[in-house]
């Protein structure tokens, strides 16, 4: 979504003007709400702390900034700082909005128009701070590989992709093969996020129905689910769940037992917005994953058949999790792979020197 023409470098408040001469209803009223509050401290708090930030930087007198998402970069975005400022984020802000609005619908949600018309309002508003706030960084890196292009597209000035940084597991005790009669399926994740939960309505309504055909009357299969806000699942959703198979366990603080408990992740998740960090979480405590391509788009480096299981079809994915059932020998490769790749590519001591040459490429430049 393109910021320039109408928007312009107008004001907030000039810009609904213009739409208001343009005729369109309801406008006016969000006009006046616009007065009543600060926009840009309402939509990314951290606009609210830059002269806090300002005083304290005066203070502690570094050599650089580092912000870590939005909010952190809106308080070092000031243009009057001479220090270097470097910024991580993660899913765009305005990333939400439009899969929320699908969702809603499809469990009979109903918005009035005005509403609809300020989350219009609101993205296009998200959209201008951010381009204000990586246009202000001198380096800005996203954890999400499409993330970072687009965000460069969006601001036209580069944001480079950077792997999130993981622990790693230390055990060496292999998830693949367990001995125990019912292969344990694990979904992570809280509902409150709209990304898990269109992946939980993609679970249930697509993949379950694959599960309980492949996996005869002897070959027992569970599900547990792990995060919090159940409760803010349609009703209509959170009654599909009522099987035999699942059991919703909420949030918990020993996630590790229900790991080593577990024999693949699966994260059905059929939307590319931002990264999945469960996933890398997975591969660093060695339990594999099959998921959804659409997470790919954040982690190019999932390579189906090497580091994971991964189809764009909830008929294969609930196959791929079949198959990790029936070959736990051939898991175990993928296993390690995956493993490897966190290793390698996602640690700290990687994030770290990645990190450092950038800069050092930036000071040279």
């Excluded at 009654?239 to 949030?251: A, N, R």
């Excluded at 037992?257 to 405590?285: A, M, N, Q, W």
């Amino acid at each position: 979504m393109d910021n320039e023409g109408l928007w312009g470098d107008q004001t907030d408040d000039q810009f609904i003007e213009e739409l208001i001469k343009m005729g369109l209803n309801g406008v006016s009223k969000l006009q006046n709400e616009n007065k009543k509050i600060n926009f840009r401290a309402k939509l990314i708090p951290g606009f609210r702390y830059e002269k806090s930030l300002l005083k304290k930087i005066e203070e502690i007198d570094p050599s650089i900034l580092v912000g870590y998402h939005w909010d952190a970069l809106a308080m070092i975005s000031k243009s009057d700082y001479s220090l270097t400022k470097i910024g991580f984020v993660g899913d765009p802000l305005d990333g939400p909005f439009s899969l929320r609005s699908k969702f809603n619908k499809r469990f009979h949600v109903k918005n009035s128009f005005l509403s609809n018309l300020k989350s219009l309002f609101i993205i296009y508003f998200l959209r201008r701070y951010m381009r204000s706030i990586l246009n202000s960084m001198d380096l800005s890196f996203a954890f999400a590989a499409h993330h970072a292009e687009e965000l460069s597209v969006l601001s036209k000035k580069k944001c480079r992709y950077i792997q999130t940084p993981m622990p790693l597991e230390k055990s060496s005790k292999t998830k693949s093969i367990k001995n125990t009669k019912t292969f344990s399926i694990l979904l992570l994740g809280h509902m409150f996020g709209i990304a898990t939960r269109l992946g939980m309505e993609y679970f249930i309504h697509e993949i379950y129905p694959e599960l309980k055909r492949l996996f005869s009357s002897e070959e027992n299969f569970s599900i547990n689910i792990v995060g919090d806000g159940k409760d803010s699942l349609p009703r209509e959703l959170i009654s599909e769940f009522d099987k035999k198979e699942i059991k919703f366990l909420g949030p918990i603080k020993d996630l590790d037992s229900i790991i080593d408990e577990s024999h693949i992740l699966l994260v059905p998740i059929p939307v590319d917005l931002g990264i999945r960090v469960r996933i890398l979480t997975s591969f660093s405590k060695k339990l594999p994953v099959v998921c959804h391509y659409s997470n790919s788009k954040g982690i190019p480096e999932l390579k189906d058949g090497l580091n994971c299981l991964m189809s764009n079809d909830a008929k294969n994915l609930a196959e791929k999790c079949y198959f990790a059932f029936k070959n736990p020998e051939n898991m175990q490769e993928i296993e390690k792979n995956a493993f490897d790749l966190v290793k390698n590519k996602f640690s700290v001591n990687f994030f770290s020197n990645t990190f450092q040459s950038l800069i050092g490429e930036k000071n040279a430049s």
